[in-house]
């Protein structure tokens, strides 16, 4: 089993930055991929940032490029989303995410099988 504890959500103004966390412990060994999920209610889970955890590799959907960068700090067992230049459609709960392997469809919240509780995300205009 991993437990993924979250961190770093809040309320901030359009244009704000924000750093999420997302702290992991358990069988860590055998997840090689983190990702960043965000949802608003009524919508699904949408895919926003991953990274293949052993060669740091990284993947964004296409909105946030440029604004929101995925990382890990190894020694922590943590990984970041830093979030900048955050506008208001960026409101939503963002959950953190680790699986096993690479799955081929990493943009899928189906390819998950541990997850954060999430943390809400509100930015004002």
């Known amino acids: 089993q991993v437990q993924l504890v979250e961190s770093g959500g809040g309320l901030v103004q359009a244009g704000g930055s924000l750093r999420l966390s997302c702290a992991a412990s358990?069988?860590?060994?055998?997840?090689?991929?983190m990702a960043w999920f965000r949802q608003v209610p009524g919508e699904e889970r949408e895919f926003v940032a991953a990274m293949r955890w052993s060669v740091g590799s990284t993947y964004y959907t296409d909105s946030v490029k440029g604004r929101f960068t995925i990382s890990k700090d190894n020694a922590k067992n943590t990984g970041y989303l830093q979030m900048n230049s955050l506008k208001s459609e960026d409101t939503a709960v963002y959950y953190c995410?680790?699986?096993?392997?690479?799955?081929?469809?990493?943009?899928?919240?189906?390819?998950?099988?541990?997850w954060g509780q999430g943390t809400q995300v509100t930015v004002s205009s």
């Open positions: 995410a680790r699986t096993s392997g690479f799955p081929v469809t990493y943009y899928s919240a189906g390819s998950y099988s541990y």
């Open positions: 358990g069988r860590i060994f055998s997840v090689n991929t």
